[in-house]
C-alpha cells in the first residue's frame, strides 16, 4: 500500500480564492510527522508546513495551514487568498520510523496553477 | 547559511560512462538521503545514511551507489549509467528527530544518451 497518496495530479484556482491539496496516509505508528513541500518550476523543494502527530491543533504557516484529520489519516494543506507565485508542484510527505531509521515517504505532487 | 549543496546541476552523459554527483551539507546532520524525482512517481529513496559509514538501500537502488566517508559529504555514483536512470536527482539531509524536516539541495537533472 502507499504511504502518501495526492489524489489531485493537477488543480486549477483563481487568484486570491483559497484551495485545499489533499493527502492521505497510511501508517500503524502513534508516532509520526507530516509535511508539505512546494516546488516552482524552478525545481527547488521548499518546506511549508509541518505537523506532529501528537498535535492537537492544526498547524498554520502564514497562508498555510494544514487540515491534520488524524481518524481518517488525512492531511490536507490549505492555501489561503492564492497568489500567482503559489502556482507549483506540491508534495506531501510523511516522516516515520523504520527500525532505527526515521524515513521520509513522498506523494506523488500536486501541480497547481493559479489563474489571474 | 544552513545548505545543501549539489553539483553538478545539470549533467549530459552517454551510456555506460561512469559519474558522481557529489552532495555537501553543513548542518552537521546525521541523516542524508538520495532520491529520484519522475512525473507521476513524486520522490523515491535510493540510498540513505545515518551516519559516517552506514548507509543502506531506499526503494530503488538498483544501478547506484553512495558512500559516507565524512558526516558532511554524500556522493551519489552511477558506475554504468543507463537510459532509465534519466530523471532529476536530490539529495536532502535531516537531523534525526522525527519532527524536523528534510533540507533539499538544489537538484541534479541527468540526462542518460
Known amino acids: 500500500a502507499q504511504k502518501i497518496t495526492q489524489t489531485q495530479p493537477g488543480m486549477f484556482v483563481q487568484e486570491k480564492e483559497a484551495v485545499t491539496l489533499d493527502c492521505t496516509y497510511d501508517?500503524?505508528?502513534?508516532?509520526?510527522?507530516l509535511f508539505w513541500y512546494k516546488q516552482p518550476s524552478s525545481g527547488e523543494m521548499i518546506f511549508l508546513i509541518y505537523q506532529g502527530s501528537y498535535d492537537e491543533q492544526n498547524a498554520t504557516e502564514g497562508r498555510y495551514s494544514l487540515n491534520f484529520q488524524k481518524a481518517r489519516k488525512s492531511a490536507n494543506l490549505v492555501i489561503s487568498a492564492s497568489q500567482l507565485g503559489d502556482s507549483a508542484m506540491y508534495f506531501c510527505?510523511?516522516?516515520?520510523?523504520?527500525?532505527?531509521?526515521?524515513?521520509?515517504?513522498f506523494g506523488s505532487g500536486t501541480k497547481l496553477n493559479v489563474k489571474p | 547559511e544552513a545548505q545543501v549543496t549539489q553539483n553538478p546541476r545539470y549533467l549530459i552523459t552517454v551510456t555506460g560512462k561512469k559519474l558522481t554527483v557529489t552532495c555537501s551539507q553543513n548542518m552537521n546532520h546525521e541523516y542524508m538521503s538520495w532520491y529520484r524525482q519522475d512525473p507521476g512517481l513524486g520522490l523515491r529513496q535510493i540510498y540513505y545514511?545515518?551516519?559516517?559509514?552506514?548507509?543502506d538501500k531506499g526503494d530503488v537502488p538498483e544501478g547506484y551507489k553512495v558512500s559516507r566517508k565524512e558526516k558532511r559529504n554524500f556522493p551519489l555514483i552511477l558506475e554504468s549509467p543507463s537510459p532509465n536512470q534519466t530523471s532529476l536527482y536530490f539529495c536532502a539531509s535531516s537531523s534525526e528527530f522525527l519532527n524536523t524536516e528534510a533540507f533539499f539541495g538544489q537538484g541534479t537533472r541527468l540526462t542518460v544518451v
Open positions: 545514511s545515518m551516519n559516517v559509514e552506514v548507509t
Open positions: 501508517t500503524s505508528d502513534q508516532s509520526y510527522g
Open positions: 510527505a510523511m516522516r516515520e520510523s523504520v527500525y532505527n531509521f526515521n524515513k521520509f515517504y
